[in-house]
């Protein structure tokens, strides 16, 4: 349901692609932003427009695709999602936003820059053919980490944030551990290596 490309006044809602679904061989609990019944995202249960999923209660592993409206119409849904922290969201990769440095950057787990520019479906289920800009997968807790990671869609980055050196030396093999090591690499956890 989110506005990913470009839109000459046909459509704001942009569907993500099946394809990564199928990467990453989950089964979702919620998908708060689902454009209706039948639609490929795997998930349990659904809210749609009408339910307004914004304000209702999120529960298990979400997956969120959110609406786009006005300046920063997804930032109320990132906020949301983040503070659900268990799932894989979909958002633009505007870097040098406000809404990335004050959300994104002091509290997502792990980032997913897909490989190439994402092709959204329209609501007609043809293919978006020029999108405007690269997309990221936001994963929250450990079971979307590891299928983010095992995805192959592109390459994941851990934040270092900002702040005093604490010491951590990471391992060569870092970006080949599995997620539970996440926070060990980020120091969250411990700030001596494990042995080799």
Known sequence: MAEHEPCIGETSEWYTPPEYFKALG???DLDPCSPGPGHWVPAKKI???????????????VFMNPPYGGRNGH????IKY???ANGIAIVRAYTSSAWWHGHVVPRAELLLFPEGKTKFIRPDGSVGKSP???VVLIGMGEVARSALLKSGLGFCAVIVR????????????????PPPELAEITG???????PE
């Open 26 to 28: 989950l089964v979702f």
């Open 132 to 134: 405007g800009h690269g």
């Open 82 to 84: 983040l503070d659900h």
């Open 162 to 177: 900002p702040g005093p050196f604490r010491g951590v030396q990471l391992p060569f093999d870092w970006h080949r551990r």
């Open 188 to 194: 969250e956890a411990t700030t001596e290596p494990r």
């Open 47 to 61: 809210y749609t427009i009408e339910d307004d999923g914004l304000r209702q209660p999120w529960f298990g592993l």
């Open 75 to 78: 930032v109320p849904w990132l």
